[in-house]
């Protein structure tokens, strides 16, 4: 009877030896990245472009560059018919506006900025988004520096003929408002902000202006109305858009944060009402700062605290109070401003 040879092959041994060899590869090159990634996974502030150096978002077509000191996002769509300049508030940036992609991995698209942008691009404006030099908007050099990137721009991108519109919120609304007196907006949007008229002056020729507010902030709704009737005894057209404060759901949260699924939804404004940070019907009893809520996720093990939705999450409890915070609630009356006066 013939028996097999229990002796391994040299065949054998030679397979033995490439997987040895394959294995030790496989944990070096393990080793290697994991230095890599935790080297270079810390650094979430954008890298200075050199000035004019382009790159552009491979799923939205945006683009980043880095001039006069600062860095702007922007996109252009098809057959654009206006030019929309956009402010942020303070300890805001460009990044904000805009959804994190290959090209902008420090993108963080707040929900309501990239929803103001998306609409936006879906009524044919092309988008600019600037970043201040500090924490708040300030009205001397840097107003000349936006200015500058404003019409470099325009005209580097064969835009010169469209007309110039812009928005700004909070502090960029301030910024918005005294830039207006230098450049030729064809109208304005000032986003919970009463502007800077009573020390710059309103000169001749001031561009119409929308003031977007929240009357639950009474001490601004006086200025706004103040300030709207200087405005009006020097002959611009102006208009309000009063923001009330509204309920939390679960679907508002959900349809509104990328990445936040209705099921923690749910969970969250089950934690809120059970913690009373809302009322029986659903009003934020405090605004989204002054509610521990961020505690009371930490303290139930949500794993939300691990990620980075914890300020998108601040924006809309922030929205959902109606105090002070940006809003796309109201772009179609804002964007229905802009157009009628285009011609």
């Known amino acids: 009877m013939w028996r097999r040879s229990h002796k391994p092959s040299k065949l054998f041994h030679r397979i033995r030896r490439c997987l040895a060899l394959l294995a030790l590869f496989l944990v070096a090159s393990s080793l290697f990245l994991y230095r890599i990634k935790g080297k270079f996974s810390s650094q979430f502030d954008p890298p200075k472009l050199k000035r004019n150096k382009v790159r552009t978002f491979a799923q939205f077509r945006s683009v980043v560059e880095f001039a006069n000191g600062t860095d702007l996002i922007w996109q252009i769509p098809e057959s654009p018919k206006g030019v929309l300049f956009i ?3 303070c300890n805001g940036r460009a990044a904000n506006f805009w959804d994190r992609s290959p090209g902008c991995p420090y993108c963080v698209g707040f929900p309501e900025e990239r929803l103001i942008v998306l609409h936006a691009l879906s009524r044919r404006f092309a988008v600019l988004t600037v970043s201040s030099s500090g924490k708040c908007w ?8 936006v200015k500058w990137i404003s019409e470099w721009w325009i005209e580097k991108n064969k835009l010169e003929r469209l007309p110039i519109v812009a928005l700004g919120a909070s502090s960029g609304g301030s910024f918005v408002s005294a830039l207006a007196a230098e450049m030729r ?8 902000a009463e502007g800077v008229f009573e020390t710059m002056g309103i000169p001749e020729g001031y561009p119409p202006t929308l003031f977007v507010h929240m009357p639950k902030d009474q001490r601004r709704m006086r200025l706004i109305e103040r300030n709207m009737e200087a405005l009006r005894q020097k002959g ?4 309000e858009v009063r923001c ?4 939390l759901s679960p679907n508002f949260l959900s349809d509104r944060i990328p990445g936040l699924n209705q099921t923690m939804a749910v969970k969250l404004i089950q934690m809120f009402s059970e ?23 930490r303290e139930r093990g949500f794993p939300l605290a691990k990620y980075e939705l914890l300020n998108h999450i601040q924006e809309e409890l922030n929205l959902a109070y109606g105090y002070h915070e940006m809003t796309s609630l109201q772009t179609d009356d804002i964007f229905d401003w802009f157009e009628s006066y285009m011609n």
Request: proline fraction near 4%; charged fraction near 25%.
């Open 87 to 89: 402010a942020h508030g």
């Open 138 to 145: 300030s009205f001397g050099k840097e107003k000349h520096v």
């Open 185 to 192: 907006y064809s109208s304005i949007v000032l986003m919970i």
């Open 236 to 239: 611009v057209l102006v208009k």
């Open 244 to 247: 009330l404060e509204f309920p």
């Open 275 to 297: 913690k009373g940070f809302i009322d029986e019907n659903g009003y934020m009893r405090k605004d989204g700062p002054a509610t521990r809520w961020k505690q009371a996720l």
